[in-house]
Nanobody, 119 residues
Framework: QVQLVESGGGLVQAGESLRLSCAAS????????MGWFRQAPGKERELVAA????????VYADSVKGRFTISRDSTKNTVYLQMNRLKPEDTAVYYC????????????WGQGTQVTVSS
């Protein structure tokens, strides 16, 4: 059973940066990709960024393109989300997600980490 542990959230001012980390653990498991989602109060959960475990493919929400970068360290089973030039509208709970069999189909979710951007 895969377990995901996120870290790196916090309170920052607009224009500042944060780096989120998500480590996968749980014995022997396969990874085809991982992603970051976010959910703001009163809104649906949305995909922020995703990466194939080969590192070849990445996708980003239009709202974060050019500001956020997703990366992974396969040796540590860890995915990162570097968030630069943060805006108040980036405020949300950020969730890490893991795909074990099919890229884009997530079967394990982290507990979430709060990111708050003040203006």
């Amino acid at each position: 059973q895969v377990q995901l542990v996120e870290s790196g959230g916090g309170l920052v001012q607009a224009g500042e940066s944060l780096r989120l980390s998500c480590a996968a653990s749980g014995g022997t498991f396969s990874t085809v990709g991982m992603g970051w989602f976010r959910q703001a109060p009163g809104k649906e959960r949305e995909l922020v960024a995703a990466i194939s475990w080969s590192g070849v493919s990445t996708v980003y929400a239009d709202s974060v393109k050019g500001r956020f970068t997703i990366s992974r360290d396969s040796t540590k089973n860890t995915v990162y989300l570097q968030m630069n030039r943060l805006k108040p509208e980036d405020t949300a709970v950020y969730y890490c997600a893991h795909s074990s069999e099919r890229l884009g189909r997530y079967d394990t979710w982290g507990q979430g980490t709060q990111v708050t951007v003040s203006s």
